[in-house]
């Protein structure tokens, strides 16, 4: 017998951050393609009821702005190691289904943001920097394109999935919400109750940096798949990111020091990469 009955699996464990998935790709397909397997081995072993893996819009790949929103049938054309590491996990899960009879689902989320976010990630990154009063560094001409959920809207759609989804089905889950990094950064800028729109108070807090070796111009998933399981995003960008940077401006540093104890368990690769960018070297 085990010591735990446990019936249900979120499987939401990742390296998540493309960046670094760029120089240490190995860790990327370990973690997310080895590592899903293993928890699909013990979703097995322990019959559970109902696995859920979270996976991204990145396995897609680029969309350009002349193609319609992909639905989950749409092919796989990963383009960075993340990505690739994340679309076979999804392979896996669904081999499992039909191998194993394991009744698992999936569920792609365009970005997440919100508090309490690690901030390596573009939003509380620059809400720490600017709360700093440092400037925030941008990929190539900052153009490149995401769709933003909010966290409570991401948790809403993973509790959907799970509880309505179909076994064996994907489910995409994204907003209309579409903003390039330099939007996002005017958008925080906004909250701070600086005026972006002028481009010499914009360029006090921006620097433009080499972009990524490929940086996909933009994703686009459609979820009425999901919307017809009664899902919908109730947060519109500018609330949630009114919360969001609200939160990094009481907590931020705190977390800061949080995450520096953190990183003490992590990869020196990822360290040196968080060390550099909050010591600003
Ligand atoms: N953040 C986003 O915008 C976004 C968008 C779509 C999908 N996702 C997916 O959602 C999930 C969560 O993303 P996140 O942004 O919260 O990532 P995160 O990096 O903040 O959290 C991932 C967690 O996984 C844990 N983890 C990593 N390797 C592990 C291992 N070998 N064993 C056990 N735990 C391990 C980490 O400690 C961390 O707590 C991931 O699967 C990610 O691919 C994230």
Redesign the pocket.
Known sequence: MFEHNIDTII???????VDHSFGNPYQFT???AL?TQVILEAAKKFKVTRLLH?????VYGEVSSTEKDLLESSILMPTNP?AAS?ASGDLLVSAYVKSFNLPAVTI??????GPH??P??IIPKFICLLNRGEKCFLHGDGTNTRRY?YAAD?VSAIDTVLHKGEVGHIYNAGSNDELSNLDILKFILKVFGVDSTDDKVLGKYTEFTEDRPFNDSRYAIDSEKLQKLGWTYKTSFEDGLKVTTSWYSKYGEIWWGDVTNILKAFPDTLKTDLDKFMNRQ
């Open positions: 499987h939401l464990a990742a390296e998540s951050h370990l973690t997310n590592g979270m996976s991204t819009d990145e993340y994340k792609r989320c365009n970005n997440v943001y976010q690690f390596e990630k959920l991401a």
